[in-house]
């Protein structure tokens, strides 16, 4: 006999017996243990069909292939920049992938991204070692100016980013900010100073009610007390 | 003579009155908070971040350090000479070998995870509510776990064999006290941590590991209770 002991969106701890019996199978953040599916995580549980699988709450950005994060500038080498990516691993941005611009030889590399810039890159390999490679060319690609820098846990990001950019492109309207949303985390911010504040503020409540149901409704309505705007819910392409 | 009656009228199977809390550092990317009778813990976990010295550094899998401190104030009101010790070194390598085991850093290569405990409040037991400590913290950074780690000292006072010596206890002059903590995974029942301090026969520690089995049951619903309270739906904007 099969049963499903956890919910879908049940909060579960490490080591929790998720399902008895061989008719669900374990999927990310769980495994199993001779007839049980037991939680490897914490997270949120998500069922689909018959796979078990959980939806993590917390933890470090993880680099992964063609996410688009922002980076900082750490060190100028000969090949090019090294970037940090908020994780655990620095990634590397070769002098040929930095720009659409010919990059003279022996040229001083700091004309074009000095120590400390912001850079909005997307990875393009991560090997096993987890050396981790970036690029800039590309739509959207660019170093960052002006405007603030926020970290944000990186698994909320999705919920900031709203299904098809809905939630984001809402704050925009809003708040006439422009936005970018790093997928590890750091999120730039630039518009009018108290503009700015409201951002910050909306995209912190986001963070901690990430989990709700009807999230993008409270926050619209967060949006209209605060700028004293109308504001209509719509998903961009 | 014998031992008859425990403070504060407690059973001698009972462990004393429990706290638990989760993200108590804001800062960190997991922590918590565990205190049992008057022994207080505090576990806040960075990482997987980058590791140097280079030469620490594991290709094959991350590493996990511990760092076990009593602040100065947190003995019998003797100061506790602050910094390293021959002590404190023990004590955080056993947490560190009571943890590994459940933990999964495969995927963090060349990387650590710091575990820091400190100790506020000391009264027997510290090392037992690091562990618990530590085991949340790292759950509530997002790691991949196979289970929590819960950890109780049992033993024997003179002629009675108890769960969770106090103070009092340890000390006792009238008759043979033995000390041992044992931290366990509570699904498996695996035991990760096994010291022991003082005399007891080989049925006596059977018995006795037993009692630490049931107390650790219930240690971990506390501690899953806290990981879920923390995440729970209720704090709405």
Known sequence: ????????????????????????LPGYGTYRVNDNILAGRLGLVSIEGRAIKLIPLSGRYIPQKFDTIIGKVDDITLFGWRINTNSAYSAV?????????????????????????????????????????????????????????????????????????SMVSMIKEATNCQ?????????WIDGEPEMELITVNTIRKIEEGSHLTGLTDKIKEYLEKETGKKLEIRSVK | MAYKKRAENRGFEETRPIEAKVGVIARADGSAYFKIGNTAAYAAVYGPRNLYPRFLQNPQKGILRCNYNMMPFSGT?????????????????VTEKALLPVLDL???PNSVVDVFIELPQTAAGSRCAGICAASMALADAGLAMKDLV????????????????????????????AD???????????????????KVTKDELKKVLELAKKACKKIYEIQKDALKNKYAVEKVL
Not at chain 1, 114 to 128: A, E, F, R, W
Not at chain 2, 77 to 93: C, F, K, Q, T
């Open chain 1, 93 to 165: 941005l070769p002098m040929k992938d930095a720009t659409s611009e010919y990059i003279e030889k022996g040229a001083d590399l700091t004309k074009y991204y000095d120590l400390g810039d912001y850079v909005v890159c997307k990875i393009v390999n991560v090997t096993s070692q987890k050396l981790v490679d970036v690029a800039m060319r590309g739509p959207g690609l660019k170093k960052l100016q002006g405007g603030r820098i926020i970290e944000v846990n990186a698994n909320k990001v999705p919920r900031i980013i709203g299904k098809a950019g």
């Open chain 2, 77 to 93: 009101g003797e100061r506790v000479r602050p910094g390293n010790s021959r002590r404190g070194r023990e004590i955080s390598l």
């Open chain 2, 106 to 108: 495969e995927e963090f």
């Open chain 2, 180 to 198: 041992i903590p044992v931290a366990m995974l509570p699904n498996s029942e695996q035991i990760t941590l096994l010291q022991m301090d003082g």
């Open chain 2, 150 to 177: 819960c950890a109780v000292s049992v033993g024997k006072v003179d002629d009675k064999l108890v769960v969770d010596l106090d103070s009092s206890e340890e000390s006792y002059e009238e008759g043979n006290v």
């Open chain 1, 179 to 187: 936005i970018v949303v790093g997928q590890n985390g750091l999120v």
């Open chain 1, 1 to 24: 006999m099969s049963k499903l002991l956890a919910k879908e969106k049940d909060i579960v701890v490490p080591g929790e017996i998720l399902a008895e019996g061989m008719d669900n």
